[in-house]
């Protein structure tokens, strides 16, 4: 299982089970669609569903959680990161948060074979662009788009691609 961390808890706020947690992530919005959130105690994994997240400023959150009513239940989280499971993106067929689960994805090329695996998804206003290290430890950018990509295999974590002439211009 392959963990995908979402929030840190910084403390509690105010008295009726509150949390101020930092965001981990750019989206807020996969929080708002995958709302069991998962985080380790004593070895143990357990969830907590989110109820409500509001911006606070920055990357700070104000965080209500089911069940969690008090300031000393709240208080109990400080310092625990939350995270969701990425298999849980890989049962929905759907591509909207695809650029975080695709990090550890095995990519090959059509006409080069295995190229390297998926180290990073840079993400700017215009473009997304897949980092990919190579076995022998280079670093490859391709851009994430259908000229370039042209198949994303989730169930069998590998992306296919035709990037050889990008991929001889950065070497």
Known sequence: MQKFFVLK????????GNILAKLLIEDINLLKRYRNLYFSYKGEERSLKLKEIRRRGGKSYIVKFENIDSKEKAESLKGFKFYLKTEEF???????YLEEVVIGFDV?????????KVEDVEKSQFLKRLHIRSKEGSLFLIPWVEQYVKKI???NKK?????????DLQK
């Open 90 to 96: 890989l049962e929905e067929d759907k591509d909207e």
């Open 153 to 155: 295999d989730k169930k």
């Open 159 to 167: 992306i296919i691609t035709d990037s050889k002439d990008l991929i």
């Open 9 to 16: 808890v910084l403390k509690s706020y105010g008295k009726k």
């Open 108 to 116: 090959y090329d059509e006409k080069l074979g295995n190229i390297g």
